[in-house]
Structure formats: C-alpha cells, structure tokens
C-alpha cells in the first residue's frame, strides 16, 4: 500500500503531477513507519510572477512547492519548501529536504524509544540487586 499523496494547486498539469508523485514517493515509501497512516501527505504548488518591484526580473516566474506530513503521535507534522525556477527542479530539491527531515525524524523517535528503555532496564538492574541485598548468602555443602 502507498502513502496517499494530494496535490493541490493552480494550473498544476499532470505530467507535473506525476513527477511530483513518482519522486515523493521514494522517501514517503522509505520511511512510511513513522507516518500517520490516517491522514494524506499533502503537496500544495504555486507559481508567482516575478517583476512587481523588480524590473530586472521581467518575464520570469518563481515556482513553490511545500509539503505537509503527518507523523505518529499527538500533533506531529513535518513542512518541507522549496522554491526555484523551474517547478521539475523545485520538486527535485524539496525530494530530498523531506527524505532529510524524515530521517530525522525516525533518527529521533528511536532515540527517544532508546532512552526510554534504557531507563527502564536501569530501574529493573536497581531493583534486582536490591533484591540481592535483602536475601541471605547461599550456603555451600560439601563438595
């Protein structure tokens, strides 16, 4: 099953479409563990005409892209942007913003599970030789 993708934008056409989709979902795939399975990932794209206060820029256009992921757990969510001018490269680049923001994203949940762990293995250490302390000696027979 893939991690549903929505796009969403203005004079998006579908061969854009589809590189967005076919380049996103490579790290959506990767690291779909840690993605909240009840909610889509969403991709918004826009272009903005250069040029209102800038006249060396006349005739050029910026394109945008942004998305949105939700993670497992309470309010988690990732936004990753990009901009350039050429929205093909624009969703080159924000691929691998998001497959570096979803690493980090899972490098820091398995540090938190870690942790967590090895605090309680501690309180389980403390709480046997605690044990041992209260328990007398073993006797040893003839051998």
């Known amino acids: 099953m893939t991690v549903p993708l929505q796009v969403m934008g203005k004079d998006v056409t579908d061969p854009m479409r589809g590189h967005a989709e076919k380049k996103l979902s490579v790290p959506l795939e990767k690291f779909k563990a840690i993605l909240n399975d009840g909610k889509v990932v969403e991709l918004h794209m826009r272009t903005e005409k250069l040029a209102v206060h800038d006249e060396a820029h006349a005739g050029r256009s910026m394109h945008?892209?942004?998305?949105?992921?939700?993670?497992?757990?309470?309010?988690k969510c990732i936004t990753v942007s990009a901009e350039g001018e050429d929205m093909y490269a624009t969703?080159?680049?924000?691929?691998?913003?998001?497959?570096?923001?979803?690493r980090k994203a899972k490098e820091k949940t398995q540090a938190v599970k870690e942790a967590r762990n090895r605090g309680s293995k501690e309180e389980m250490d403390a709480a046997v030789l605690s044990d041992d302390d209260n328990e007398p000696a073993p006797k040893m027979g003839p051998l």
Request: proline share 0%.
């Open 64 to 75: 945008h892209a942004e998305v949105i992921a939700h993670l497992k757990g309470d309010h």
């Open 91 to 102: 969703i080159d680049d924000l691929e691998a913003k998001l497959a570096s923001k979803l």
